[in-house]
């Protein structure tokens, strides 16, 4: 015989999950009861006990909007020259519409450097001795080289029209040439600006296998090069020379799962995270399983990626790692559109990795690009939007949209039964642990069985203590 | 409603760590029930820590729903 009345006990122990079901049918173990996932974790964050958390809110880092082209930031980058006379120099570069902006260590102000670029490509940015280097997925625009001195100029030693490269043992490594898509170029030894030099040289990766590269890191003392969208692969390139006794080699890594693009792929601890046409990954266990989807880093979100945002243009999706609050973040479109609108983002402080979403049920800043810039020495998520302004997300206090916007951050959990459907309860009452945050309220929803949801009006002021 | 509260927000009477629990009545049979959480007014935050329900048990029964 059951005792008439129970007491349980509800934490926080998942995130969100599209794919486990609608319901727990588990029953509380002496009074506890943690909850795995949740239906719904939409514009949250996550303390460390699983406690959803209303994301905050955004401010514009440019008060007045860029205007030129389509307005759309495609890019930006927060770049940082040693030089050589022991002081550093912080500059924000900026892909928007058809120009090249520069900023003044987060002053506010873009300024255009460049103007008659293609409008909509995909761009990157890598600092390769002390040099920014801009290149994009235009055939017509050749890859721009950045300084110190907020100039832009082409990018000197006849490089190739690449789309993006990376710095990698003293050496910048390029690829996405429309005319060679599977061939990786690299520059001579410490001269981003000399293609065609002594040490400079290419190697073939697996050209006409029905892909193109797509995505090259430096990681863990080699190259890891990305190949894709179609049928995936990665390599490995090791050495540190084109000849000699530590040769440039090329090894198959893993086949069967490659990246998407360049810009969704990004370093986490001793990992790299990255986006493919099936989800988001980690390189380490794509090395240990392959394309075995219980390992891909989304799985509890698998049809949601699959069935719920815009195919068509994944290639275009920015990732970046959020380090301060252990997040990364990717940005989408969600189907029915091509403007990037919705943000998945995997909390890796937790193992494994709790999944939320930043705009999927209630509009949130449409983040089209995302960067980690430093503000005042602190590391901050900024967003590049399509109105010609990049602001800051995820940190900011005051839990609004520019020009005071609401948005609504919610969790729901799944339906839940206490260990039995057959035996009818009747709710009598919840208590809620809060953190006080006001003199205003949250609401709490029920929806008992096939009923309308009721909800009721929280108070999260602080009062009066016990007394 | 009543409301228990381990510290003041505003006054910070207690200091440290502010946490407070706040009780909500509720009524009706159910089988399986959602509980959600959402806050949608600008400049308003939302942070909850921990849930506990309470409800009696009721007869089994085949009756539909």
């Known amino acids: 015989m059951e005792p008439k009345t129970a007491r349980v006990i509800l934490s926080w122990g998942g995130g969100w999950s599209t794919d486990i079901g609608p319901s727990l049918t588990v029953a509380p173990q002496n009074g506890a009861l943690v909850i795995p996932f949740l239906q719904s974790a939409d514009n949250i964050l996550y303390e460390l006990d699983g406690a959803p958390h209303k994301v905050g809110g955004s401010t514009r880092l440019n008060a007045t909007a860029i205007s030129v082209g389509t307005n759309t930031v495609h890019g930006f980058f927060d770049a940082w020259y040693q030089g050589t006379s022991g002081s550093e120099t912080q500059l924000e570069w900026a892909y928007a519409g058809t120009s090249l902006f520069s900023m003044t260590s987060m002053n506010g102000t873009w300024t255009s450097q460049k103007t008659g670029l293609e409008d909509s490509k995909q761009p990157s940015f890598v600092m390769a001795k002390d040099i920014g280097i801009w290149a994009s997925t235009s055939n017509v625009d050749v890859p721009q080289s950045l300084s110190t001195a907020a100039a832009v100029a082409n990018l000197g030693g006849s490089p190739p029209n690449f789309a993006f490269a990376e710095w990698h043992r003293n050496r910048a490594w390029a690829a996405g040439v429309a005319a060679n898509p599977s061939r990786l170029y690299y520059s001579a030894n410490l001269d981003p600006e000399d293609w065609t030099g002594a040490g400079s040289g290419s190697i073939d990766i697996d050209p006409e296998d029905g892909d193109r590269i797509t995505f090259i890191k430096s990681h863990k003392n080699e190259l890891i090069v990305g190949k894709g969208p179609n049928r995936g692969s990665f390599h490995r390139i090791s050495g540190s020379s084109p000849t000699g006794s530590d040769a440039f080699a090329r090894s198959v890594f893993v086949k069967g799962l490659g990246t998407i693009n360049h810009n969704g792929g990004f370093a986490v601890a001793d990992d790299l995270f990255f986006a493919s046409p099936r989800g988001m990954h980690s390189l380490n266990t794509t090395a240990a399983f392959g394309d075995y989807e219980q390992a891909f880093l989304n799985l509890p979100i698998l049809s949601y990626f699959q069935d719920s945002l815009n195919h068509t243009v994944l290639n275009q999706c920015w990732g970046v790692n959020y380090a301060t609050k252990g997040l990364a973040v990717w940005t989408f479109a969600k189907a029915g559109g091509t403007a990037k609108n919705i943000c998945l983002v995997y909390d890796y402080r937790f193992s494994p990795g709790r999944w939320a979403s930043w705009g999927r049920n209630s509009a949130y800043a449409n983040c089209h690009s995302l960067a980690v810039l430093q503000l005042n020495n602190v590391h901050r998520l900024y967003a590049g939007l399509t109105t010609g302004y990049v602001q800051r997300i995820a940190d900011v206090a005051d839990r609004s949209l520019p020009g005071g916007g609401a948005y609504t951050g919610e969790a729901k959990l799944p339906f839940l039964n206490f260990g039995t459907s057959a035996t009818l309860k009747t709710a009598k009452a919840v208590f809620l642990g809060l953190l006080p945050k006001g003199n205003y309220n949250l609401t709490f929803g029920t929806t008992r069985d096939t009923n309308a949801e009721e909800t009721y009006a929280i108070s999260q002021g602080g009062g009066n203590t016990l007394g | ?65």
Do not use: C, N
């Not at chain 2, 399986?32 to 089994?60: K, N, T």
């Open chain 2, 1 to 65: 409603m009543a409301t228990f509260l381990l510290d003041d927000a505003t006054a910070g009477v207690l200091s440290g760590a502010q946490f407070k629990t706040q009780a909500q009545d509720l009524a009706g049979e159910f089988r399986e029930i959602q509980l959600r959480f959402y806050q949608s007014s600008a400049s308003q935050d939302m942070e909850v820590h921990f849930l506990e329900f309470h409800f009696e048990w009721g007869p089994i029964s085949m009756e539909d729903r």
